[in-house]
Nanobody, 122 residues
Framework: QVQLVESGGGSAQVGGSLRLSCAAS?????MGWFRQGPGKEREGLAS????????YYGDTVKGRVTISRDNAKNSVFLQMNSLEAEDSAMYYC??????????????????WGQGTQVTVSS
């Protein structure tokens, strides 16, 4: 079992920035960030391989977010810039212990955090 603990959500202004953090309790092969707004599907935003560091980004956030890792702390981070009102959602950290298909597909992840709310307002 891998437990994930997220932090860093909250409120921000349009055009502002937020940094989300996620700490894992055990081995992870890949970690990712997803979000889900009210009445919407869970959307893959970014993923990173904990070994080689390969990253993937979703089209809706590409160029505005950066995923990074700290292997010593078994943690990943999501730096979000140029925030838009449409970025308001619950953000989830996810972990996979082996490679399972497309890195931004939710089915590829076994473990999920409890979520952290991000609210962007003008």
């Amino acid at each position: 079992q891998v437990q994930l603990v997220e932090s860093g959500g909250g409120s921000a202004q349009v055009g502002g920035s937020l940094r989300l953090s996620c700490a894992a309790s055990g081995y992870t092969y890949r970690m990712g960030w997803f979000r889900q707004g009210p009445g919407k599907e869970r959307e893959g935003l970014a993923s990173i391989s904990m070994g080689g560091g390969a990253t993937y980004y979703g089209d809706t956030v590409k160029g505005r977010v950066t995923i990074s890792r700290d292997n010593a702390k078994n943690s990943v981070f999501l730096q979000m810039n140029s925030l838009e009102a449409e970025d308001s959602a619950m953000y989830y950290c996810a972990a996979a212990t082996r490679s399972m298909g497309w890195p931004l597909a939710k089915y590829g992840y076994t473990y999920w955090g409890q979520g952290t709310q991000v609210t962007v307002s003008s």
